[in-house]
Each structure stands twice: as C-alpha cells, then as structure tokens.
C-alpha cells in the first residue's frame, strides 16, 4: 500500500495544484521547488493491529454427493434458492431400484413358503418321533426305527433353521433395496442457499459426482492462519476488523470478535487455525472470498504519532525517516474550503530529513520516538524532496483528510487522477 501511496499520491496532487504552484514557483539553484502535503503530528497511543488473509466459509457448508449410482432424473432448484432441511432437491431414475426391489420381495416370498414347508415337516417328523418313542416303551418298537426318526427330526431342525437365515436375508436385502430406492431422492442435509451447482438432468450421477453447495449463508465464519509466534499476543474475544467491497465500490469494515483458536499446530508449518464468526445480515461477504482482517491487541505506549504515508525510505541508502517542514510555525492552521478541507500552499520552506525510531505499526499510523509532537511532517511528495531540494511550498491538511487518502485503493486513486486530468488541460510544470 505504501509503494502504491508513493507512486500515485503525488501524481494526484501535482495535478490538482498545477495550476497554483506555476504562479508561485521561484527557482532555488536552478532547482524548481516543489509541493508537497504535510500533516501535524499527534500525540497519544497507538492500537496494535495484526492483518491477516481471511477465508470467508458459511456455517454448515456442506458438498452434497449422492449415496446411489444412477442417471439424474429431474433437478428442482437452482443456484441461490433458499432450501429447508429434508427438501427435495434432486430426483434420480428408479426404475432399477423399482425392480430390485420386486426382486427382493419376491424372493422373501420364496424363502418364508420354504420356511413353512419346513416347519411343517419337523412337525410331522416330531410328530411319528413320539408316537414311536410311546412304542419302543412298551417294546413294541425297534430302538434302530427310533434312531432313524429321531435323525430325520434333527434333519427337519437343520432346515428350519436353514429357512430361517433365509427368510431374515431377504428381509434384509427388501430392506436395502427400500433404503436404495429413497436414496434416489436426494434431499437437503440442512437449511441454507443452494450454490455450485452441478447437477444436469440426463447427467450421471455418481458417489464422487458433487450436485450442490449448500451453505447457511446469514451465519459466516472467517478462517485465518496464526503462526506459533502470534499466539502469544492473539488471544479469543480480541477486536477483529473484516474489510470488503460494497455494491457501490466502498471499501466497509465489519466488526467481530475472535471466537475459536485450534489449540494444536500444524507439525509441518507450525500454523493454527482461528476463526471469526460474523452475523452476515448485510449479505456483503459470500463463502470463498479472500479477505483482510485486521486483529486488535491492544495499544502502544504513549508516543508521537505520524500517518503511514509520511514514512519515506532512502532508495540509496535505506534509510527510513520523515522529512519536517521546520519554519511553519503553530499559528498556521489547515484552512478547510468546502471541496477538500485542505489549505492554500505556503511560501518556499525549509524541509529537512529525519531518521526516525519506530516503536509500534498500526494499519494507518505509526508511534516513533525521536519526534516532538506538533511537528508539520511531508506525507506526500517526498521523493520530490530526495534529490536535495531542501525547500518545498507546503499544502497543510487534516489528519483525518490524510488517513482517508491512505484508504483509497489503487483504483479510486487512478479515477481521481484521470478526473483531474481532464479538467485540467493546463500541462503540469515542475
């Protein structure tokens, strides 16, 4: 954001007072001063802030395959419908279930006419067993025809028994058979909105085949990645900031809460997992978006604040510092107009460059030490500055206008800049 800021800021605001600073310029060893903006700085604390890449999953998202094999007979919703638990949602060809089935049951059929066949003819054996074992007692009866009988009736058991298992086979298999057949409505598992959808009449459908994404797409839960050093000072219930894209293109903060962290780490890439759970009533986040979060910590200690922006890198050196305009006193303050809220340039003054000791980063200012507070700082223009210009005609602006530059995003920038360019068809002049 800061490179974007450092390419784009200038060339917005060299554009919007082309037109001021060729009345105003004067040469400085044959060096053209130029403009620049500048913030007073703050004094106070600094929240500490973590960004983070979220991925938004709804609650009870769910892939829905189907449980049978078959050709998809008719489909009865569509991407976004709202569906209720135990829904239809998809109609299978059953006509081979249908006949599985008959089959089954015909066969059940089989079994228990065996089993009374069966049943019966252990009767009758138990039956001649005791009339015979009656005549054996009175020894009118051999003890071989009693054996004999008695081995037939231990055979008839043997097949009741065998009739039995059958019967309760078939039983099972119609049992199946009804289950398979009520698998060929493929119903919703829970209440949400229907998504990815892939089922086609006429399509195959098969166990690895996914029909559909379904989702409870009012409750949403936002996964980051926290390594094993962020654990320390990444705690549940601290302030989570979800930023996204409206309808209109404006960038709106969701707030929430940390809810949940995964105790156990990832043995390979020492991560966890967290999770945010957010209320989406406003419908602005949808499942498989990649959005920043930012997650609040706690504050700094009391120290000199300065915009993000003001912060410049020496591309020779390295060195990060700020450039203050040392002579514009505390008597001048940003004169708000009705179109930017900004002040008219000073005459040329003395800039110089300061390394500066940051002790804490937040998402839109930054704590230093090193720095009286009060102190005007250049937050745009800098690289103007860093060919040795050691004098620049200053825009004093609010804080509030420079924090809100540094929100705008790539996009909003260029728009600006091309606006301002058509209205001004003066050639810039540096």
């Not at 004067?26 to 991925?55: C, D, K, T, W």
Request: charged share 20%.
């Amino acid at each position: 954001m800061r490179k974007i800021l450092t390419i784009i800021l200038p060339l917005l605001f060299l554009i919007s007072c082309s037109k001021e600073s060729q009345d105003q310029q004067s040469n400085q060893g044959n060096l053209v001063i130029p403009a620049v903006e500048a913030v007073q700085s703050q004094f106070g604390s600094l929240p500490l802030v973590e960004r983070f890449s979220g991925n938004v999953v709804s609650e009870n998202q769910i892939e829905l395959y189907p449980e049978v094999n078959a050709q998809i007979a008719e489909v009865y919703v569509e991407n976004g419908d709202f569906v209720n638990k135990g829904d239809v949602l998809v109609k299978l060809q059953d006509e081979p279930f249908q006949k599985q089935l008959q089959q089954s049951e015909a066969n059940l059929k089989i079994n228990n006419a065996r089993l009374k066949q069966a049943k019966a003819q252990l009767s009758t054996l138990e039956a001649q067993y005791k009339r015979i074992q009656a005549l054996a007692e009175k020894d009118l009866s051999s003890e071989l025809e009693l054996e004999q009988i008695n081995a037939e009736k231990i055979s008839a058991e043997a097949d009741v028994e065998l009739a039995e298992a059958q019967v309760e086979q078939s039983a099972a298999l119609v049992d199946e058979r009804k289950n398979q057949l009520t698998k060929t409505l493929i119903k919703a598992p829970v209440t949400g909105t229907i998504g990815q959808r892939n089922a086609q009449p006429g399509m195959q459908a098969s166990a690895s085949t996914p029909l559909f994404m379904i989702g409870d797409l009012s409750k949403l839960r936002v996964e980051i990645l926290l390594t094993e050093s962020m654990l320390n000072k990444i705690k549940v219930g601290q302030t989570a900031a979800i930023s996204v894209t409206d309808q209109n293109g404006e960038i709106v903060t969701i707030n929430g809460e940390l809810s949940r962290i995964s105790p156990f780490l990832n043995e390979i890439t020492r991560s966890t997992e967290a999770e945010i759970d957010i209320n989406n009533q406003n419908g602005l986040l949808n499942p498989g978006m990649y959005v920043p979060v930012d997650i609040f910590y706690g504050e700094s200690q009391q120290a000199t604040l300065i915009p993000t922006s003001a912060i410049f890198i020496d591309p020779n050196t390295g060195t990060e510092g700020i450039y203050i305009a040392n002579s514009i006193g505390s008597e001048i303050k940003p004169v708000s107009d009705s179109s930017s809220g900004v002040s008219s340039l000073t005459s040329p003054t003395d800039v110089t460059f300061q390394e500066i000791d940051v002790i804490a980063r937040g998402k839109m200012e930054v704590a230093v030490n090193g720095l009286e507070s009060g102190k005007w700082v250049v937050t745009l223009g800098q690289n103007l500055l860093s060919e040795g210009r050691e004098q620049a005609r200053v825009k004093t602006i609010p804080w509030e206008h420079v924090i809100r530059l540094q929100q705008m995003q790539r996009e909003d920038l260029l728009n600006d800049v091309m606006k301002d360019k058509q209205q001004t068809p003066e050639k810039t002049t540096l």
